[in-house]
């Protein structure tokens, strides 16, 4: 059994022109955000074994505002490829560097994030898969439970939807 978590980051400041993409950073929001979806993830136990990380700076701060939260945070590895990373190229990612972990998450953009969750999920709650359809937003968790044992096996429509939570379904009901 396998666990992957879908981890968008937080908001960030808007492109403007006057920085590069890549250099954006998280806006007063997401300073906000990423540390409550942090929090969920350990209340929830749901730290991962490994986490992949994209470099760019938003990515970067929402990581490590939701790891204040974890007792131990897990080893992290900031991988080029998922800067703006289309589905296909997160996919070979996670079967590259998964390893042993039984669970790990990707930090990452959209839309390749969304489109990803969208593209592995075949089963699961059916109102929060028309939920997730609609939009993966910022500081959206998506986790995705499959039955397989080996990351090389992942596919598409091979895993079951667990949980999608955002930070306003947490001001919904929070738990």
């Known amino acids: 059994m396998r666990c992957l978590l879908l981890f968008r980051h937080a908001k960030a400041v808007p492109a403007d022109g006057a ?13 906000q955000d990423a540390p409550k979806m942090g929090a969920y993830m350990a209340r929830h136990q749901l730290a991962p074994d490994l986490a992949l990380v994209s470099p760019a700076k938003r ?7 939701a790891t204040a939260a ?4 897990p ?16 996919s070979d990612v996670i079967k590259a560097a998964g390893g042993n972990a039984r669970s790990l998450v990707v930090v990452g953009h959209n839309p390749g994030i969304h489109q990803l969750a969208s593209h592995l999920i075949a089963a699961g709650d059916v109102d929060l898969r028309e939920q997730l359809r609609e939009e993966l937003p ?29 930070p306003k379904s947490l001001e919904k009901t929070p738990d």
Do not use: C, K, M, N
């Open 138 to 166: 910022t500081s959206g968790l998506v986790t995705i439970e499959f039955a397989f044992g080996d990351w090389a096996q992942l596919h598409p429509q091979a895993g079951r939807l667990d949980r999608f939570v955002t």
């Open 70 to 73: 974890f007792l131990a945070p």
């Open 75 to 90: 080893p992290v590895i900031y991988e080029d490829r998922l800067y703006d990373a289309p589905p296909q190229i997160i």
């Open 19 to 31: 920085i590069r993409d890549y250099d954006r950073a998280l806006d007063t929001r997401g300073r």
């Open 59 to 65: 990515a970067r701060e929402t990581w490590e505002l």
